[in-house]
Antibody, heavy 121, light 107 residues
Framework: QVQLKESGPGLVQPSQTLSLTCTVS????????VSWIRQPPGKGLEWMGVIWSNGGTDYNSAIKSRLSISRDTSKSQVFLKMNSLQTEDTAMYFC???????????????WGQGVMVTVSS | DIQMTQSPASLSASLGETVTIECRASEDIYSNLAWYQQKPGNSPQLLIY???SLADGVPSRFSGSGSGTQYSLKINSLQSEDVASYFCQQYNNYPWTFGGGTKLELK
C-alpha cells in the first residue's frame, strides 16, 4: 500500500537551513507528484510546494525564495530544503501524494505522519 | 492568492445530528475543492474531492456540494468518531490554499 514517511531534525536554530526527507513506498515518483505541506501548532495548513512526476517543481510564492524541493527516484525519496529559518517556521511538516483534479491541480489522498520542526536557539 | 474562508470556526453538535460546514472562496474555483478531516495528533485524511466526489473508504454520511465560490460539507447522523477538525482546500490556482478549519465537538 502507499506510504509516505517524513524524517529530519526536530530542532533547527534560527537563520539555519532545514533539510527534510520524505521516503515513499507503494508508489513511483516518476508517476506521481509529491507536495510538502506544513501546519504550525494549533493552526491551519499551508501548501509549500510540489515536485511533479517529471521532476519539475512549483512553489508557494510566499516562501519560494527560501525553498527547494528535489528527489532521488532510485531511493524513492523527496527532499525539502528551506533556508533562513525563523521561529514562525516552527510547524509540523507533512509530505503528501497529489492526485489530479479537473484542471491538473492537486488534492492529497495519502499523507505522511508528519515531522515536528521547532526553530529555536 | 485565493482566500478560503470556512465557517463556523467551531461547532458543537449532538450524536445523530446533521452538521454542515461552509467554505467560501475569494474567486471562482470551478469545483476544484477538497475536504479533509484531521483528528488530534494525526495527519489530514481526504474526505471529498472535486467538490462532491467521495474518497475511497469514506462513510456515505459525508457529502460535499457547491459550485463557483460557495461549497459545503455535510455530515449526516453525526457519530462520535467524527469529532475532528475539518479543512477545505482549493486546487484551481497556485498557490493551493486551505481554509482556516472548523473544529467539531460533541455537545
Amino acid at each position: 500500500q502507499v506510504q509516505l514517511k517524513e524524517s529530519g531534525p526536530g530542532l533547527v536554530q534560527p537563520s539555519q537551513t532545514l533539510s527534510l526527507t520524505c521516503t515513499v513506498s507503494g508508489l513511483s515518483l516518476t508517476s506521481n507528484s509529491v507536495s510538502w505541506i506544513r501546519q504550525p501548532p494549533g493552526k491551519g495548513l499551508e501548501w509549500m510546494g510540489v515536485i511533479w512526476s517529471n521532476g519539475g517543481t512549483d512553489y508557494n510564492s510566499a516562501i519560494k525564495s527560501r525553498l527547494s524541493i528535489s528527489r532521488d527516484t532510485s531511493k524513492s525519496q523527496v527532499f525539502l530544503k528551506m533556508n533562513s529559518l525563523q521561529t514562525e517556521d516552527t510547524a509540523m511538516y507533512f509530505c503528501a501524494r497529489g492526485e489530479y483534479g479537473y484542471n491538473y491541480g492537486n488534492y492529497f489522498d495519502y499523507w505522511g505522519q508528519g515531522v515536528m520542526v521547532t526553530v529555536s536557539s | 492568492d485565493i482566500q478560503m474562508t470556512q465557517s463556523p470556526a467551531s461547532l458543537s453538535a449532538s450524536l445523530g445530528e446533521t452538521v454542515t460546514i461552509e467554505c467560501r472562496a475569494s474567486e471562482d474555483i470551478y469545483s476544484n475543492l477538497a475536504w479533509y478531516q484531521q483528528k488530534p495528533g494525526n495527519s489530514p485524511q481526504l474526505l471529498i474531492y472535486d467538490a462532491n466526489s467521495l474518497a475511497d473508504g469514506v462513510p456515505s454520511r459525508f457529502s460535499g456540494s457547491g459550485s463557483g465560490t460557495q461549497y459545503s460539507l455535510k455530515i449526516n447522523s453525526l457519530q462520535s468518531e467524527d469529532v475532528a477538525s475539518y479543512f477545505c482546500q482549493q486546487y484551481n490556482n497556485y498557490p493551493w490554499t486551505f481554509g482556516g478549519g472548523t473544529k467539531l465537538e460533541l455537545k
